[in-house]
């Protein structure tokens, strides 16, 4: 008796209500940063195989919430899923906070830092917390974004 009453718990306990997502649905602060290695080394083997790759997500470069998106030396985004030709240097998050430039500050040749800003999920319009890891690698200014749960 006692089992079945701790196997009816454990799917109450795992039942989620309609429209609340699970934290497997999104990626984790490691996956984005093993995400951003990964395009980071692509993108040393050869930038414009590389950009295509992230740009169509393919070779493991879109997972859930997670992508790999890149910037020139002038701030023009050269791969997102979709904000190809827009100037990162001049985003601001919903509170106003230039985070586009934070990173091009930031960003350093074979290091990886951290930038935080608010923003909406792709799923929603609800701002989050959401923090990039961003690199500099050749003339590009790379990023992945987790959001914090």
């Avoid at 430039?101 to 074979?110: H, S």
Wanted: proline share 5%.
């Amino acid at each position: 008796m006692k089992l079945k009453v701790l196997v009816g718990m454990l799917i109450v306990v795992g039942a989620l209500p309609p429209g609340v997502a699970s934290g497997a649905d999104y990626g984790t602060a490691a996956e984005a940063r093993a995400m951003l290695e990964k395009a980071a080394a692509e993108i040393e083997k050869e930038q414009a195989a590389a950009l295509a790759k992230f740009n169509k997500g393919e070779g493991g470069f879109r997972d859930r919430d997670l992508y790999v998106f890149c910037a020139g030396p002038d701030g023009i985004t050269t791969a997102h899923p979709g904000e190809v030709g827009n100037n990162l240097k001049k985003l601001k998050d919903m509170n106003g906070k230039p985070f586009g430039a934070e990173m091009y500050q930031v960003a350093e040749e074979g290091k990886i830092k951290e930038v935080s800003y608010v923003w909406p999920r792709p799923s929603g319009t609800e701002p989050v917390e959401k923090v990039s890891y961003v690199t500099k690698v050749g003339d590009q200014v790379c990023g992945v974004g987790y959001y914090r749960q």
